[in-house]
């Protein structure tokens, strides 16, 4: 039984391009989770996707970032216009169903905007 | 807002020996979840252990115990027989247990070294 899958898990990226990260759960679990860990600091939640509907997005930054999760494959983090602070490590997520009590974390994507 | 707080930002202990890791939390809820999480070198997250709030007994896994002081908002980790696998940063985390708030809350981190 896979895990949590996430790619690329290197991004490197100019100011002003556009970043897409993946995120595949584990197989049965429809809940995605996003997370950001800034240098040195813990993670902190982003956004929280079921198939095809965002549940909380308050963690989410107002502008240049969306998540999606279609019906069909992985779900998407999009960072458009990418800045040297948007340079973190993202990590994904994914649970059975709400309030498991345990998510399982993917080994993250390092996005690196130069 | 919940908040969790590790006081320790780096830790060390000799290889074999015991180390307690510190960790506080805030919140107005009666049931939660708390996590202890290692983040080795690879920077996976791998779950070390669970407590429920509800649950009295503390949790135990192999080498690793908590000592959860629901009253006081304590969640300490308990490495025993220390190895050099364990050096990594240990990050406290904290989840609701009820309604829709599905998301964990972090603190910053202590990194633990293991020394020979």
């Known amino acids: 039984n896979a895990g949590v899958m996430q790619n690329p898990r290197h991004l490197v990226r100019r100011r002003g391009q556009e970043a897409r990260l993946r995120c595949s759960p584990m197989k049965g679990h429809s809940h995605v989770y996003w997370y950001r860990q800034l240098p040195e600091e813990g993670l902190k939640f982003m956004v929280y996707?079921?198939?095809?509907?965002?549940?909380?997005e308050s963690g989410m930054p107002k502008e240049r970032f969306s998540a999606e999760f279609p019906k069909e494959g992985p779900s998407i983090l999009r960072i458009q216009q990418v800045v040297r602070g948007d340079s973190a490590a993202y990590f994904c997520a994914s649970s059975p169903r709400l309030l498991q009590e345990t998510q399982y974390f993917g080994p993250g994507t390092r996005l690196l905007v130069l | 807002a919940q908040t969790v707080t590790q006081s320790q930002p780096e830790m060390s202990v000799q290889e074999a020996e015991t180390v307690t890791l510190s960790c506080t939390y805030d919140t107005s809820e009666s049931d939660y979840y708390l996590f202890w999480y290692k983040q080795p070198p690879s920077r996976q997250m791998i779950l070390v252990i669970r407590?429920?709030?509800?649950?009295?007994q503390n949790a135990t896994e192999n080498r690793f115990s908590v000592n959860f002081q629901k009253a006081a908002k304590s969640f300490s980790l308990k490495i025993s027989d220390s190895q050099l696998g364990d050096a990594a940063m240990y990050f406290c985390?904290?989840?609701?247990?009820?309604?829709?708030?599905?998301?964990?809350?972090f603190g910053k981190g202590t990194r633990l070294h293991i020394l020979p």
């Open positions: 407590q429920e709030a509800y649950k009295q």
């Open positions: 996707l079921q198939k095809e509907n965002i549940i909380d």
């Open positions: 985390a904290y989840r609701s247990a009820g309604g829709r708030d599905d998301k964990i809350i």
